[in-house]
């Protein structure tokens, strides 16, 4: 799948645009792109509507249909992305013991 190189990033969340969605993918209900584990806040889609998810495996897609799509969380400032097809991952870090995933 042919990627961009441009970059979305909402505190831990990373969201780049891809040309399509990968065969197969499957929707998912919701509006929450990843939860915080320590606080609680969940880094969501603020309009109803306007965008869905996908699994494909472990990967999480995003498709944006409305106008525009608002990115909220309580401890980051609002992000729009623009009608489109994104892909969606959380951040991760190197300890000496593990590579995890970053949890806000």
Do not use: C
């Not at 792109?33 to 306007?50: K, M, Y």
């Not at 472990?58 to 525009?68: I, T």
């Amino acid at each position: 799948m042919n990627q961009s190189r441009f970059l979305y990033r909402h505190g831990d969340v990373l969201i780049a645009p891809v040309t399509a969605l990968p065969a197969g993918a499957s929707p998912r209900a919701g509006l929450v792109l990843a939860h915080g584990e320590h606080t609680g806040h969940t880094h969501r889609i603020q309009e109803a509507g306007v965008a869905s998810f996908y699994v494909h495996g472990k990967e999480l897609y995003l498709v944006v249909a409305g106008h525009k799509a608002t990115v909220v969380h309580e401890e980051h400032r609002p992000i729009e992305l623009p009608v489109g097809v994104y892909r969606v991952w959380q951040q991760r870090e190197y300890t000496p013991t593990a590579i995890r995933t970053v949890i806000d």
